[in-house]
């Protein structure tokens, strides 16, 4: 029987596992790369052991430095939580080799599953829905779109839409090299690509005893660069199409399962359309990272299941069924206006209010610093309760509320999300991401947030008064003060001064508003005879200015700037910390605006930095393995 449990993982699931593991009573075992020695799961640990190194490759995907931990600090069972090792044949057979309780479906399920090209013929046999694969060597321009996939691994790395046949041939490259990175294994394979389908997906639970349950489905339809967003169970789609598609959806899950004599957690994903067709797309050999939405309409611990069966015991009583509904968003540390791009730092406060109806895995804390080496992820918060609009109504709310500085996060496109109309309808699709510019007009207006970092600068920059004298008392007429601030490209002054009756503010940034309170840490204003208050929070010459209109992070703008800080025109930096993984010029070549330049590998992803304008590139000075940091130029391309 199980007695301590090392989890190979980090972050948000190793700390998931862990406090199903304390319910227990289990010894909890960490692992932990040098860029993680100080994270919230290391410290949650019972014990801990270094992985020397920082990126993955010398960390958390060395088998063997994870199985020598665990004999050292005594645990007799691991568990992958996700990514990683979690679906890796050979790691999960040297676990059990070890002596040590591997708390996962068998090798061989793992194996078969893991190949997509392997895992569509078993599941053809089965009985279960497939899309063919299809020969890249005879694809015709009526076959497009078309999807260039990874054969090994998930998590939408390795995959590219291909919309016309000139893009094919470096789909597959750049797929190939980013599924290398990520898993090991370059093979890729084509198949039909779905514009406007719906990804759901059913989660599996086998024990040893023949008995497969299937606990209900999931959503997962919000997705950028294939990668889930927002998920949500039940899935709205079969809501709305009726209970034979979730009875066929539920058989062929487990189907799918009883094909590969599966035990353990597992999810069969699909893509369905409009008319209640559904079509395997793989089946995941782990805990999802979107389990927990099941959880909270089933009442189970999935990970105490998982627990339960590596110990060979049968699932208890019939199989659980779903009431309610829950939501799931992650939040990522990540520009979704640039691109989705992700983004690196030290992150401040991360402060999610608690409530009754709201869960929050996170794999932060305040001073946990996001690097290159890790997916951006920070937190998933759920929400759940009886009603659909509801719950969603509720989260929103929630990450509203939340305060997270330091980092710039995908925050206010999730709360835009949650309450538009489509997804509120319960009619969004894969397709939802595809025009994100009204997703991206909602928010803060940055004026008002200019005007309160403002005046919160300010009041933490005035000193203690004498006894009976207001803020901003002087007995000389005195001018306007500019304070500065930048958003993306844009800058905002604030010119303002304290007068006898109050703040005085020059021209109309904002028409009308008047400061009921300021101080540095609060600032109200009334606005068309409405209070609202905002807080504001300070990092470097960053201020975070946070409120019920939503947030927005800005820049003090110094009144003099660094000569030696400016970037010759046509400059091309590094958007974030990386690798150099591919170069496509050379200097003297002309280029087009948007023309794609250097590629960067960071967080596991591939990321493509494109010629500002059209011009000739003058300078290149980076080469193809090369580290670099942010604001590094990569290259210089001078007008014509």
Known sequence: MITGVLVANRGEIARRVFATCRRRGLATVAVFSDADAGAPHVREADCAVRLPGDAPADSYLR????????????????????????????FARAVRDAGLIWIGPSPEAIAVMGSKIESKRRMAVAGVPILDKLDVAALTESDLPVLVKASAGG??????????????????????????????????????????????????????????????????????????????????????????????????????????????????????????GFWFLEMNTRLQVEH???????????????????????????????????????????????????????????????????????????????????????AKVIAYGKDRETVARQLAATLRRARVHGVTTNRDLLVASLLHPVFLAGRADTSFYADLS????????????????????????????????????????????RRTYATGEREIDVDYRFGRDGVEFAGAQVAGAQVVSATAGEVTLDLDGVHRTWTAGRFG????????????????????????????AG?????????????????????????????????????????????????????????????????????D
């Open 292 to 378: 927990p939405v099941t959880e909270c309409v089933t009442g189970t611990d999935l990970v105490g299941l998982q627990i339960d069966v590596a110990n060979g015991r049968p699932l208890p009583g019939p199989e659980p069924a779903v009431t309610g509904h829950a939501i799931e968003a992650r939040l990522y540390a990540e520009d979704p206006a640039a691109d989705w791009r992700p983004q690196t730092g030290t992150v401040v406060r991360f402060d999610i209010p608690a409530a009754d109806g709201i869960r929050v895995d996170a794999g932060v804390a305040d001073g946990s610093v996001v690097g290159i080496h890790y997916d951006a992820m920070l």
């Open 571 to 639: 400059a091309l930096v590094a958007p974030m910390p990386g690798t150099v993984v591919r170069v496509n010029a050379e200097v003297g070549d002309a280029v087009t605006a948007g023309q794609p330049l250097v590629w960067l590998e960071a967080m596991k992803m591939e990321h493509a930095v494109r010629a500002p304008a059209a011009g000739t590139v003058t300078e290149l000075p980076v080469k193809v393995g090369q580290q670099v940091t942010q604001g590094t130029p990569l290259a210089v391309v001078g007008h």
């Open 438 to 481: 009204p997703l991206l007009q909602g928010g803060l207006d940055p004026a008002i947030g200019a005007l309160v970092a403002a005046l919160a600068d300010a009041a933490a920059e005035r000193g203690p008064l004498l006894p009976g004298l207001r803020s901003g008392f002087r007995n000389i007429p005195v001018g306007f003060r």
């Open 63 to 90: 088998g063997d430095l994870i199985i020598a931990a665990a004999l050292k600090a005594g645990a007799d069972a691991i568990h992958p939580g996700y990514g990683f090792l979690s679906e890796n044949a050979d």
């Open 541 to 568: 010459d960053r201020v975070v200015v946070d409120g019920a209109l939503g947030s927005a992070e800005l820049r003090r703008v110094p009144r003099f700037a660094d000569p030696a800080a400016r970037m010759p």
């Open 155 to 276: 998590g939408g790395r390795g995959m590219r839409i291909v919309r016309t046949l000139a893009e094919l041939p470096d789909a597959i490259a750049s797929a190939a090299r980013e599924s290398a990175a990520a898993f090991g294994d370059p093979t890729v394979f084509c198949e039909r690509y779905l514009e406007n389908g719906h990804h759901v997906e059913v989660q599996i639970m086998a024990d040893e005893h023949g008995t497969i349950w299937a606990l209900g489905e999931r959503e997962c339809s919000l997705q950028r660069r294939h990668q889930k967003v927002i998920e949500e169970a039940p899935s709205p789609l079969v809501d709305r199409l009726g209970g034979d598609l979730r009875k066929r959806l539920l058989a062929a899950g487990r189907a799918a399962a009883a094909a590969v004599g599966y035990r353990g957690a597992g999810t069969v994903e699909f893509l369905a359309d409009e008319t209640g």
